[in-house]
């Protein structure tokens, strides 16, 4: 997998397993990889999978259960809060790079309404 040299890689992490979740292709209180699985699956140092999981845990989107392992969060309220969040940076990432390219909010409605229209 090739990351992102702008984003640290455990967040680049966090977001691919925060997005498994809400598409539910990992579903609530499914038990997540171990850290070594998780570090030999995206080629990266097993700290920085424990980092994943503890920041992740921190943020209630997983939990640990002492030598069972890290499971999914089993909230649907967090699951809805987590794909907001996404949702929100998504659109906020994409309002910054158009105005940069000059457009203004009217003329993004009216492209996003022309795309979604032909889709």
Known sequence: MEFDNSTPIYIQIMTILKKSIITGEILPGEKLPSTREL??????NPNTSSRVYK????EGVCFTKRGLGTFATESNDKIEEIRNEIASKLINDFIKGMSEL????EMLINIINNESEGK
């Open 39 to 44: 570090a030999l699956k995206y080629n990266i």
């Open 55 to 58: 920041e992740m845990e921190r």
């Open 102 to 105: 000059g457009y203004t909010n």
